[in-house]
Structure formats: C-alpha cells, structure tokens
C-alpha cells in the first residue's frame, strides 16, 4: 500500500473536523514548498536576490492570505460579532477576569 492510499485509508476513518485541519495544513505546506521553490529557481548569481527583510515581507503576506482564505468563510454577520477589542481584553475573553479600564 503506497503512502497516499494510507493517508486515503486514515482520512476515511478520521472526524470531519480533523479532515479540515488537514486538508488546511496539505494546503498550507503546498503553498510554502511552491514558495521555496519559485525562490530557488528565480535569481541566478548574476541577478538581484530577495533581502531578508523582503523574504520576511513575503512570508507575513503568505501568511495573511493564508488567513484570509480561512477567514473568507465566515459569515459576515458572525465576524461583526466578535469583540473588537480581543487583543487589549485578551484577559477577559480567554479567562473570565474583569475588563480592564482603558
């Protein structure tokens, strides 16, 4: 049996949420591994190559198209009912304290 008809076999038997966290981290590898090699394969020693503050910037834009394509399917109604003040109150939401005072 070859490694994909087991990974098959394996996705079969498993919960739906699970196969949704997988399918995310499949997608999230493809996209890194096409990234990896589109920057091998471009420059050749004669040309220009990527800084490290543009192989940052790159990677941050990855990862909130990443995001962005998770969050593209939340209803909008539901992302209107999220507390716009998470990060300041994390306390609160995450572990039931008082809100702080701002």
Do not use: C, W
């Not at 949420?17 to 399918?23: A, G, K, P």
């Not at 040309?47 to 192989?55: D, G, K, L, R």
């Amino acid at each position: 049996m070859t490694v994909k008809e087991q990974l098959i076999q394996e996705i079969e038997q498993a919960p739906e949420s699970l196969v949704e966290e997988v399918l995310n981290f499949l997608l999230f590898t493809k996209t890194r591994s096409t990234q990896r090699t589109t920057q091998t394969n471009s420059p050749s020693s004669g040309e220009s190559v990527a800084t490290s503050e543009e192989t940052i910037e790159q990677s941050n834009l990855s990862l909130l198209n990443f995001v962005e394509s998770l969050v593209s399917d939340i209803p909008s109604e539901s992302l209107e009912k999220l507390p716009h003040d998470g990060a300041a109150q994390h306390d609160h939401y995450l572990y039931g304290l008082p809100k702080r005072e701002a």
